[in-house]
Every structure is written in structure tokens, then in C-alpha cells.
């Protein structure tokens, strides 16, 4: 019987050594003659559990805490340490609840998993707990391996807090997702921690994996060729994947008009591990087209309009268009200008690559009959072909440098002989000084320019500047060669959620030759001084004005979601001011004053594709001469007032 007993309890022994492995749990043994063992924490990271020794507990009174003790820290403070623990003297003594401060202090990740607490029993019958740890070793180096476009100085900087310090993988999770972040913050959205390890001596090794671009794939495309897709995207296998500069690829895409949508699509590469393909889906438009118009505008009046054009010629994505417009002629005109119907046809090519990718070429061949603005009551005829060059530089994405060439024959007709002659008698100025005016010729012209442009929209800008300057140099095969220089600039303010401020600044000025008076500057109409006529301020050899512009929503139309029309409907509030130098015999015979100061109101709808349509009403603060009005003018305009 003594036999089976002995058994029995083997037995019972066995299964509960068992168990201890199974859960494999840190323990807390409780002896029979009360508290010298220990709860040991090593290899788990889960709450511990208790285990009664081989023959029942005694039943214990209830003990309280004297005091605890926390040995076996370094390089962290056991001040730190208390403050994790909430138990304090005269706390009862409770395995549970050390259990679970245990558990605290093994979650802040500086110390490893062999942690003790000790239970001390003291001769007043309290309990004295001893929380012996064991700090992870501390880290010394960092070694970065796999990190191309962002210096391993800038990723140090999230790691060097960690130097000195015991090992914390708390810690380091955070520092890991901030890295990542990082990157993502960049654009590289595809770059991960692909490896953390560390070396006996502290040293932690960080893999990095950018995310390269294994292929660059084209789908989607019927009429546009592959290669003409491929030049409009500047990522490249073997970059790193940048979602910054695929972006700009999908809206340098967009932007040429052969396509209704474009996108991209991410998969891990099946030739190589850590790479990436990339997929841009394009869907085209309809880019052939028929459009028929019409209008009202200040220097062309009443008008219609009939135009075919492709924005992607033969699939190569280049633009050509014929266009025929027919107007009624000056409308509001200063009484200077002859009435005449405005006639214009235009024929053009554009070619977004030409050369290479920074270039683009727009050729043109045109002719206009219409009214003069400069020459009075004479008809201007001009025909010619005309060939723009324009380069953006590579280290300044905001800078474009444009060349032009041209040839150009400018025929001046008398428009109304009787009333010049009247003119010209009644100030008594020789006729004979008519021929003057009416001089044209055939002009080569070679005008290399400079364009600086950071506004975030070309058609409806709220923010940044646009400025230009170029120089244009007029030779005339009957001698009569001159150059003139003009600059403009141009800064766009925002102003609460949808409003504008814009101030504009231009001049312009002949600097060697004379200028015939057919390409004399003007000031007055709608896209120089509103509130007087085509060139009711004055035509000149010189100029300078200033523009200040606030164009805001109505008030409420905005708020109506269900009307996309109101959200390009906007008013504005305006003042112009210019002078011309250098007045011409036109501005005499007319009293023109020369200098000018008008405000106004406006109504702006913006087009895409075209730009503002203006109606505008001005009224004069300065002298307005005999052929103004002191109570202003309207005046119609289409596109930007310094285009």
C-alpha cells in the first residue's frame, strides 16, 4: 500500500512538472515555510501564473509589504523603475498584483526576460519584495545598409537617442515606423525596414529596401504610340519608386490633352525580389475636332468663329489647328480707330518634343484685316509666319527660355481720307506727315525671351508669380530696323478660402531705331487701362503701368455644389494706372491725356482651356481726355489682362 502511495505521488508530480512545460509560464513557488523562493520572469512575455508546490499550501494570513528593493539596473534610472510600480509599503502582499508590475516593467523593453522578484519575510512579518532585472545590452553603433536616396545622416538622426542606452524593441518599432514615415514624406512611399539585427557588442545592423522600379509598363493606348507615352515619363527602371515624380508624370501626361484619365498601378515584381512593377493605364480622348464659336470683345466686337484642329496629331501627340474668325470690328472704340471688320485666319503646328524633352516648337502661319489701334482711321493687313523655340531648364523647373523668329509684311491703307485731312488741318499739322504714319514694310523679326512662372494654375492661378521679359528686334528690308524691350510680372496672394489679390506690374520701351507708329505701344481698353477705349490713354515709343485685382465669388452662388458653372464665376474689384511716353502725332489730334488712373468692377468666368472671359466696367479718376468719358466705359475681353 505504502508502494501504490509512493506512485501516486509521483504521479501527481509528473503532470505537474508537465504542465509548467506546456504553458511554459514564469512561476511563483510558495513554500510551506513561507516566502524565501521567488517568481522568475525569464523567457516569456506573458502574465505570469503561480504554481503550488508538491504538497498543498498552507493557508496564510494576510502579510503586507515593508518595503521594495529594485537591483540590477545600469545604465537606467531606478527612480524610472519605482515609477512603473504601483504597489508601495504597508500595500498587502499580493502575487497577482506583482505579477502584473512585472509585467510593466518588462513592456518598457530595456530589460531582458530574466527578471526576478524575491519575497522576503522580515521578522515583524512583513514582506520585503526584491525585483532583481537584467538590463538588454546597450547599443553602441548603428550600421545602415540599403539606403540610396536618403543620406544615412538623416536616418541616424531618429536612431542616435537610442546610442548608449540598453536595447529597447519598443522603442525601436516606433523608430522603425518613423523612418518609413519618413520616406513616405518624400515620396518614396514604397521603402520598409526589411531587417533589424544586432551583434554581440551592440552594434544594430538596419536593412533597408527602397522599393525599385523593376519595369515601366503601358497599357490602353489605341492611336498613341508607346514611345510618346514613354518620353512623358521621367521615372525610370532602376529608380527608386518616388509617388512625387509619378504624379508629375501622369500630369505632364494629362496636361497634353490626349487623354481623357491616366493612372498607375503598383505590383511586387515577379522577376525580382524587392522590386516593383509599374503599370501607367491611359484612356484617350476624342482629340479631332470641329468647334464652332462666337463672342463679344472689345477690339474685335461682335464675332464668330469656325475651327478644326487635332490635339494628337497621327498619335504623336503633336497639335494642329485651322482657325477662321470673323468680327464686326472695334466695339467702344476710341473714335481714332476706323471702323472695319476684323477678318483672321490662322494655321498652326505644335510640337511638345522637339529635340528633346525640354523643348517644345510652336510654328504658326496667320493673317489679320482689321481696324488699326495705333495708326488713326487707317486698316492694318498682316501676314506672315511666326516660330517659337521654348526650353525649360532642367535645374529650374520654373524657368522656360523662349526664342522667336518671324516674317511678317505689315500693309497700312488710308482708312478715311476726308476725316484725317479735316484732323490734320484743324491742328495744323502738314499733311504731308500722313505718309509717316502709314509707313509698314516686311519685317524679320528674332526675339529671345525669359519666362518665370510658379503660379499653381494656368488658367485660374491663386497662388504665385509669373513674370517675363523679352527683347525683340525688328529688321526692315526698306532700312527701317528697330528694337524695343518689355518686361512683365505678375503675383497672385490668396485671400481667405476662394478669393484672389493679384498685383501686376509691366513696361515697356524702344531702345535703338525708330519705331514705326504701327508698333507703337497703346494704353487704354481691356487688357491695359479698363474704363477707356482701344487706346483712349495714348500710343507711344514707351510705357509703364500697374495693375491691382481682387476677384472673389459671389456672394451664396458658390455655396451651390450642384452648379460646377458658379465655381469658375467670380467678381473682381480692380484699379489700373499707366502712362505712355513719347506721344505720337495720333495722341495731339485726339487730346489723349497720356497718363491714366481708372477703377472698376468686373465679372470673370473662367474657361478651360482658354482662360478668363471679362466684362468689365471702369471709370476714369483722372483726366480722360476728348474722346473719354468721365463716367467710363465697358469693356469684353478674353484671357488674362497681360496676355
Same mark, same amino acid.
Not at 542606452?165 to 514615415?181: D, G, S, V
Not at 477678318?343 to 524633352?357: D, K, R, V
Given at each position: 500500500?505504502?508502494?501504490?502511495?509512493?506512485?501516486?505521488?509521483? =504521479?501527481?508530480?509528473?503532470?505537474?512538472?508537465?504542465?509548467?512545460?506546456?504553458?511554459?509560464?514564469?512561476?511563483?513557488?510558495? $513554500?510551506?515555510?513561507?516566502? *524565501?523562493?521567488?517568481?522568475?520572469?525569464?523567457?516569456?512575455?506573458?502574465?505570469?501564473?503561480?504554481?503550488?508546490?508538491?504538497?498543498?499550501?498552507?493557508?496564510?494570513?494576510?502579510?503586507?509589504?515593508?518595503?521594495?528593493?529594485? /537591483?540590477?539596473?545600469?545604465?537606467?534610472?531606478?527612480?524610472?523603475?519605482?515609477?512603473?510600480?504601483?504597489?508601495?509599503?504597508?500595500?498587502?502582499?499580493?502575487?497577482?498584483? &506583482?505579477?502584473?508590475?512585472?509585467?510593466?516593467?518588462?513592456?518598457?523593453?530595456?530589460?531582458? @526576460?530574466?527578471?526576478?522578484?524575491?519575497?522576503?519575510?522580515?521578522?515583524?512579518?512583513?514582506?520585503?519584495?526584491?525585483?532583481?532585472?537584467?538590463?538588454?545590452?546597450?547599443?553602441? *553603433?548603428?550600421?545602415? @545598409?540599403?539606403?540610396?536616396?536618403?543620406? #544615412?545622416?538623416?536616418?541616424?538622426?531618429?536612431?542616435?537617442?537610442?546610442?548608449? !542606452?540598453?536595447?529597447?524593441?519598443?522603442?525601436?518599432? $516606433?523608430?522603425?515606423?518613423?523612418?518609413?514615415?519618413?520616406?513616405?514624406?518624400?515620396?518614396?512611399?514604397?521603402? %520598409?525596414?526589411?531587417?533589424?539585427? @544586432?551583434?554581440?557588442?551592440?552594434?544594430?545592423?538596419?536593412?533597408?529596401?527602397?522599393?525599385?522600379?523593376?519595369? &515601366?509598363?503601358?497599357?490602353?493606348?489605341?492611336?498613341?504610340?508607346?514611345?510618346?507615352?514613354?518620353?512623358?515619363?521621367?521615372?525610370?527602371?532602376?529608380?527608386?519608386?518616388? $509617388?512625387?515624380?509619378?504624379?508629375?508624370?501622369?500630369? %505632364?501626361?494629362?496636361?497634353?490633352?490626349?487623354?481623357?484619365?491616366?493612372?498607375?498601378?503598383?505590383?511586387?515584381?515577379?522577376?525580382?525580389?524587392?522590386?516593383?512593377?509599374?503599370?501607367?493605364?491611359?484612356?484617350?480622348?476624342?482629340?479631332?475636332?470641329?468647334?464652332?464659336?462666337?463672342?463679344?470683345?472689345?477690339?474685335?466686337?461682335?464675332?464668330?468663329?469656325?475651327?478644326?484642329?487635332?490635339?494628337?496629331?497621327? +498619335?504623336?501627340?503633336?497639335?494642329?489647328?485651322?482657325?477662321?474668325?470673323?468680327?464686326?470690328?472695334?466695339?467702344?472704340? *476710341?473714335?481714332?480707330?476706323?471702323?472695319?471688320?476684323?477678318? !483672321?485666319?490662322?494655321?498652326?503646328?505644335?510640337?511638345?518634343?522637339?529635340?528633346?524633352?525640354?523643348?517644345?516648337?510652336?510654328?504658326?502661319?496667320?493673317?489679320?484685316?482689321?481696324?488699326?489701334?495705333? /495708326?488713326?482711321?487707317?486698316?492694318?493687313?498682316?501676314? =506672315?509666319? !511666326?516660330?517659337?523655340?521654348?526650353?525649360?531648364?532642367?535645374?529650374?523647373?520654373?524657368?522656360? #527660355?523662349?526664342? #522667336?523668329?518671324?516674317?511678317?509684311?505689315?500693309?497700312?491703307?488710308?482708312?478715311?481720307?476726308?476725316?484725317?485731312?479735316s484732323l490734320y488741318r484743324t491742328h495744323n499739322i502738314p499733311i504731308s506727315k500722313r505718309a509717316k504714319q502709314l509707313e509698314g514694310g516686311l519685317f524679320l523679326t528674332l526675339a529671345p525671351g525669359l519666362t518665370f512662372d510658379t503660379r499653381d494654375n494656368s488658367i485660374n492661378p491663386r497662388n504665385g508669380m509669373l513674370a517675363n521679359i523679352k527683347f525683340e528686334e525688328n529688321f526692315g528690308f526698306n532700312g527701317n530696323t528697330h528694337g524695343k524691350l518689355t518686361g512683365m510680372v505678375k503675383q497672385y496672394v490668396p485671400v481667405a478660402n476662394k478669393s484672389v489679390f493679384s498685383l501686376t506690374a509691366k513696361a515697356g520701351g524702344n531702345i535703338h531705331g525708330d519705331m514705326p507708329e504701327v508698333m507703337a505701344y497703346r494704353l487704354g481698353g481691356p487688357y491695359t487701362i479698363r474704363g477707356y477705349k482701344m487706346s483712349g490713354v495714348g500710343t507711344g515709343n514707351a510705357f509703364v503701368m500697374g495693375s491691382a485685382e481682387l476677384n472673389t465669388p459671389f456672394l451664396f452662388l458658390d455655396r451651390i455644389k450642384k452648379v460646377p458653372f458658379f465655381d469658375n464665376l467670380k467678381l473682381s474689384f480692380f484699379v489700373d494706372a499707366g502712362k505712355?511716353?513719347?506721344?505720337?502725332?495720333?495722341?495731339?489730334?485726339?487730346? %489723349?491725356?497720356?497718363?491714366?488712373?481708372?477703377?472698376?468692377?468686373?465679372?470673370?468666368?473662367? &474657361?478651360?482651356?482658354?482662360?478668363?472671359?471679362?466684362? @468689365?466696367? +471702369?471709370?476714369?479718376?483722372? %483726366?480722360?481726355?476728348?474722346?473719354?468719358?468721365?463716367?467710363?466705359?465697358?469693356?469684353?475681353?478674353?484671357?488674362?489682362?497681360?496676355?
Amino acid at each position: 500500500m505504502r508502494i501504490v502511495n509512493i506512485y501516486i505521488k509521483f =504521479g501527481i508530480l509528473c503532470i505537474l512538472f508537465g504542465l509548467i512545460l506546456i504553458t511554459n509560464q514564469p512561476v511563483l513557488a510558495i $513554500e510551506d515555510d513561507g516566502y *524565501d523562493s521567488y517568481f522568475d520572469y525569464s523567457n516569456t512575455q506573458n502574465t505570469p501564473q503561480t504554481q503550488t508546490n508538491k504538497t498543498p499550501a498552507k493557508v496564510q494570513e494576510t502579510k503586507f509589504i515593508r518595503n521594495i528593493e529594485v /537591483v540590477g539596473t545600469n545604465t537606467i534610472s531606478t527612480d524610472y523603475v519605482y515609477s512603473l510600480i504601483d504597489l508601495k509599503a504597508g500595500d498587502e502582499y499580493n502575487v497577482k498584483a &506583482i505579477q502584473q508590475n512585472l509585467k510593466n516593467i518588462y513592456s518598457t523593453g530595456y530589460f531582458t @526576460d530574466r527578471m526576478k522578484a524575491i519575497p522576503i519575510e522580515n521578522s515583524d512579518n512583513t514582506i520585503t519584495v526584491k525585483i532583481v532585472l537584467e538590463e538588454n545590452i546597450p547599443v553602441t *553603433d548603428f550600421l545602415i @545598409d540599403g539606403n540610396s536616396v536618403i543620406p #544615412t545622416e538623416e536616418i541616424l538622426q531618429f536612431l542616435l537617442p537610442l546610442k548608449g !542606452q540598453p536595447q529597447n524593441y519598443t522603442q525601436l518599432n $516606433e523608430i522603425i515606423e518613423k523612418i518609413q514615415n519618413y520616406y513616405a514624406e518624400k515620396g518614396y512611399i514604397l521603402a %520598409r525596414i526589411s531587417s533589424l539585427t @544586432d551583434d554581440p557588442d551592440g552594434t544594430l545592423n538596419i536593412e533597408i529596401s527602397e522599393g525599385i522600379i523593376n519595369k &515601366i509598363l503601358i497599357s490602353g493606348n489605341r492611336k498613341t504610340k508607346d514611345y510618346i507615352i514613354e518620353r512623358n515619363i521621367l521615372s525610370e527602371p532602376g529608380m527608386v519608386y518616388n $509617388e512625387n515624380q509619378i504624379k508629375a508624370d501622369l500630369i %505632364r501626361l494629362y496636361s497634353t490633352q490626349a487623354f481623357k484619365d491616366v493612372n498607375r498601378e503598383i505590383e511586387p515584381s515577379k522577376d525580382s525580389d524587392d522590386k516593383y512593377d509599374v503599370t501607367i493605364t491611359v484612356e484617350e480622348q476624342r482629340t479631332a475636332q470641329i468647334s464652332v464659336g462666337g463672342g463679344l470683345d472689345s477690339a474685335t466686337g461682335i464675332f464668330g468663329s469656325v475651327g478644326i484642329s487635332d490635339n494628337n496629331f497621327r +498619335g504623336l501627340n503633336q497639335r494642329v489647328g485651322l482657325n477662321f474668325m470673323l468680327g464686326s470690328g472695334v466695339i467702344l472704340n *476710341d473714335s481714332s480707330i476706323e471702323n472695319h471688320m476684323n477678318i !483672321q485666319a490662322e494655321l498652326s503646328f505644335f510640337e511638345p518634343y522637339f529635340l528633346n524633352s525640354d523643348n517644345s516648337l510652336m510654328s504658326k502661319l496667320f493673317f489679320r484685316d482689321f481696324g488699326s489701334y495705333q /495708326v488713326p482711321l487707317a486698316i492694318e493687313q498682316r501676314f =506672315g509666319v !511666326q516660330s517659337t523655340l521654348a526650353h525649360v531648364w532642367k535645374r529650374n523647373k520654373y524657368l522656360t #527660355t523662349t526664342f #522667336t523668329a518671324g516674317l511678317e509684311q505689315v500693309n497700312v491703307k488710308e482708312g478715311n481720307i476726308n476725316k484725317i485731312s479735316s484732323l490734320y488741318r484743324t491742328h495744323n499739322i502738314p499733311i504731308s506727315k500722313r505718309a509717316k504714319q502709314l509707313e509698314g514694310g516686311l519685317f524679320l523679326t528674332l526675339a529671345p525671351g525669359l519666362t518665370f512662372d510658379t503660379r499653381d494654375n494656368s488658367i485660374n492661378p491663386r497662388n504665385g508669380m509669373l513674370a517675363n521679359i523679352k527683347f525683340e528686334e525688328n529688321f526692315g528690308f526698306n532700312g527701317n530696323t528697330h528694337g524695343k524691350l518689355t518686361g512683365m510680372v505678375k503675383q497672385y496672394v490668396p485671400v481667405a478660402n476662394k478669393s484672389v489679390f493679384s498685383l501686376t506690374a509691366k513696361a515697356g520701351g524702344n531702345i535703338h531705331g525708330d519705331m514705326p507708329e504701327v508698333m507703337a505701344y497703346r494704353l487704354g481698353g481691356p487688357y491695359t487701362i479698363r474704363g477707356y477705349k482701344m487706346s483712349g490713354v495714348g500710343t507711344g515709343n514707351a510705357f509703364v503701368m500697374g495693375s491691382a485685382e481682387l476677384n472673389t465669388p459671389f456672394l451664396f452662388l458658390d455655396r451651390i455644389k450642384k452648379v460646377p458653372f458658379f465655381d469658375n464665376l467670380k467678381l473682381s474689384f480692380f484699379v489700373d494706372a499707366g502712362k505712355i511716353f513719347n506721344p505720337t502725332v495720333t495722341d495731339l489730334i485726339y487730346d %489723349r491725356p497720356m497718363e491714366a488712373i481708372s477703377a472698376g468692377v468686373g465679372v470673370k468666368v473662367y &474657361i478651360p482651356g482658354i482662360g478668363p472671359l471679362s466684362v @468689365d466696367y +471702369g471709370i476714369p479718376l483722372t %483726366r480722360c481726355g476728348a474722346s473719354g468719358n468721365k463716367n467710363g466705359y465697358f469693356t469684353f475681353g478674353v484671357g488674362d489682362m497681360m496676355y
